[in-house]
């Protein structure tokens, strides 16, 4: 851990929030202070392939002021071992693990809009505002609060500003949730964030199902 990170904030708990292919997320306070605010810390994992995800979200985040973004306050490092970056604490779960644990049957009518119309705002603030794409939409990157209210998304590791009216090259999603597109190997752009988001909201009223090939919201 980098030496200006420890300086500023501990850990709360002695174990990690999760653990994932880039790195360990924290629970995290300012150091001294009694807790009664915590924050999110990412902490890099050694590997130079990584280094690319870790300034994308940074220089991503920092330019970001929305609801429904995750909010970002700090970040330690160039994306090396021990790099972290400080972001807001949701007191929630993913967006598939309570699709999954909390509404077993399907989400509830009212919810599920109250969810897309939050969904969406966030997307429109992306692509309108910033001229940026997220490129990453599934269930894991969306987190809800326990009280099922708020919407939030996050992990912008692979978030790109595109600008109006370019189009990339080259782009990627789950297949199952691959615009046609992208399907094709056709370059994109917004659209691909669109046809995502447009997905999530078909399995939010089909019961988890996509509408082809049995796929699930996982992305399995």
Not at 71 to 89: L, N, P, Q, R, T
Not at 95 to 106: Q, V, Y
Not at 140 to 164: E, P, Y
Request: charged letters at 25%; hydrophobic letters at 35%.
């Amino acid at each position: 851990m980098l030496q200006a990170f420890e300086d500023k904030y501990e850990h709360v708990g002695d174990k990690p929030l999760g653990t994932g292919a880039c790195g360990a997320t924290w629970k995290v306070k300012v150091k001294g202070s009694d807790g009664s605010e915590v924050f999110c810390s990412k902490e890099q994992f050694e590997d130079p392939d990584l280094a690319k995800l870790f300034k994308n979200e940074r220089d991503a985040l920092s330019v970001c002021d929305h609801p429904n973004v995750t909010k970002y306050y700090d970040a330690f490092g160039e994306g090396e071992g021990g790099s972290a970056m400080v972001i807001e604490f949701i007191d929630g779960m993913t967006l598939n693990e309570a699709n999954w644990k909390d509404f077993p049957t399907g989400i509830p009518k009212d919810i599920a809009l109250d969810w897309m119309i939050q969904m969406a705002s966030a997307i429109k603030y992306l692509h309108v505002e910033k001229g940026m794409l997220h490129r990453d939409l599934h269930g894991g990157n969306w987190m809800v609060t326990k009280d099922h209210k708020k919407v939030t998304l996050i992990d912008f590791g692979t978030a790109i500003t595109c600008g109006q009216g370019k189009m990339l090259p080259k782009t990627f999603a789950f297949h199952a949730f691959k615009s046609p597109q992208t399907l094709k190997g056709l370059p994109g752009s917004f659209d691909g964030d669109i046809w995502y988001l447009g997905m999530i909201f078909f399995s939010f009223v089909n019961n988890k199902r996509l509408p082809w090939n049995g796929y699930s919201m996982d992305g399995d």
